[in-house]
């Protein structure tokens, strides 16, 4: 006979971890190497972002990204699976009261002509951009711009981003 679990200790334990909030993102470039970019809006003009948002309950950060991707730019990737790109970590700062991480995930290159037909954007957004990371580096703050030039990188040499408090090499 099966002996009885008491899972209080556990659930005990579970209440003293730290809590995460996680996000989820999706890269996706031409054949030029542009990145496509979403404007937050009504967050001031250096406010872009890749496409991609917080994790819902039961969900996996892929479907997650693949979710928002289509949710906030009327956008699909490719038939290929994404790319695992990134993580990027920090801890309680801005107002939040949890660690924050967010991952990030090759949707690899679409065609301008796709993109222009296609992108529709969500309440959340109102202007997207393709361009170069030269270009973008003087719309974006610099650490939002910083996290994307690592990704970038990442996705090019085929490796993973391992990144702290929004943006700097861990």
């Not at 996680?22 to 404007?39: E, F, T």
Request: charged share 20%.
């Amino acid at each position: 006979m099966a002996k009885h679990l008491d899972h209080r200790p556990r659930a005990a334990f579970e209440a003293s971890l730290p809590r995460v909030t996680a996000w989820a993102a999706v890269l996706i470039r031409d054949h030029l190497g542009r990145v496509l970019m979403l404007h937050k809006a009504g967050a001031g003009p250096r406010a872009w972002q890749l496409p991609g948002g917080h994790l819902n309950h039961h969900e996996y950060p892929v479907g997650a990204a693949l979710r928002e991707l289509s949710e906030e730019a009327g956008v699909a990737p490719g038939h290929r699976p994404l790319r695992f790109i990134g993580l990027d970590f920090a801890l309680p700062a801005n107002g939040w009261t949890s660690n924050r991480m967010a991952l990030f995930f090759d949707g690899g290159l679409l065609e301008v002509e796709y993109m222009d037909a296609c992108v529709t954007l969500s309440d959340e957004h109102d202007d997207w951009g393709l361009r170069s990371l030269t270009d973008w580096q003087t719309l974006m703050k610099p650490p939002d711009w910083q996290r994307i030039q690592h990704l970038v990188d990442a996705a090019d040499n085929g490796t993973v981003a391992y990144l702290h408090e929004m943006g700097q090499p861990a």
